[in-house]
């Protein structure tokens, strides 16, 4: 799997179609507003951008995993590898951070899996009271951008669980984090992802806008600057181009993403999918001509 969690909550599936829909909670969210002060942000180590960045790696590269199993054992020994030099050396902040990235990869296998849900639900709605009591005690300080990039995530995955409650709750705060996140650097791939995806499923009435979810996934390659970054744009803008109907750029988009992780499912389920006429963003109650 792969991708943004948004995806996952759009799409019915950090991958291969990620988040499930929001529906009736989501077209309450959009509706609402949230403002988030401005301070000084949050700057965060070399060694805790060190760690996002080898797990955007690792993120890719689950993809060539052989069962959701082995993906699940390879995070967590990415984590158990690290878990010293993360508990020693990092703020409570980038622990937050890293603990959302390992929490939202995780998941991407196990939400198909309904005998998991009770658990994810606990443990999301437990982390997201873990970031809004940082966000309190905090109150004189912006946080990092990759602090809010994830937040927005772990709070669409808590609307995914309960919609309705958690959308009165925190209104538009999800695209609100990925603004602030981009206020702080506007050529952040992976909030400039997100972003798009939400112009992308957002009612015109409420804000939505195909050409803008369009304009920023561009940006979001454009900006890209790692392979993992790279790898997550391209198959963004593959799916962007075959709901556009252009289905040779689309799979042009898509081999190249292949390129950064040769033979791996994420992309391969992406070609099955378009195949099968859907794209990764169309419900499979609705194809795509």
């Known amino acids: 799997m792969g991708g943004s969690l948004l995806t996952q909550v759009f799409c019915c599936g950090m991958f291969v179609p990620m988040k499930r829909a929001f529906g009736f909670g989501f077209m309450i969210a959009i509706s609402l507003f949230c403002a988030v002060e401005a301070f000084s942000s949050t700057v965060i180590s070399p060694f805790a951008q060190g760690v996002i960045d080898s797990f955007m790696t690792v993120r890719m590269n689950l993809s060539l995993s052989s069962s959701n199993e082995e993906a699940l054992l390879k995070i967590d020994a990415f984590e158990n590898e690290r878990r010293s030099d993360i508990d020693s050396k990092c703020t409570e902040e980038e622990k937050i951070i890293l603990s959302n990235f390992f929490l939202l990869e995780r998941y991407n296998y196990l939400r198909d899996d309904a005998s998991n849900t009770e658990s994810l639900k606990k443990q999301f709605s437990a982390q997201n009271d873990v970031i809004q009591a940082w966000f309190s005690s905090h109150k004189s300080e912006t946080p990092n951008r990759w602090l809010y990039v994830t937040a927005g995530d772990v709070v669409s995955v808590c609307m995914s669980f309960d919609p309705v409650r958690m959308a009165l709750k925190y209104g538009v705060t999800v695209k609100k984090y990925y603004e602030e996140a981009l206020a702080q650097d506007n050529n952040m791939s992976y909030a400039l992802t ?3 995806q939400w112009y992308w499923y957002a009612p015109g009435i409420t804000g939505g806008s195909k050409k803008t979810a369009r304009e920023l996934f561009k940006k979001a390659l454009d900006s890209a600057h790692t392979d993992a970054e790279r790898y997550f744009a391209l198959v963004f803008m593959s799916q962007v181009a075959f709901d556009e109907k252009n289905k040779t750029l689309a799979a042009d988009y898509l081999s190249q993403a292949d390129s950064y992780a040769p033979g791996g499912s994420y992309v391969a ?15 499979h109650s609705r194809k795509a001509n």
Do not use: D, Q, R, W
């Open 269 to 283: 389920s992406v070609k099955s999918m378009n195949e099968a006429g859907y794209s990764l963003f169309t419900s």
């Open 194 to 196: 997100n972003l798009a």
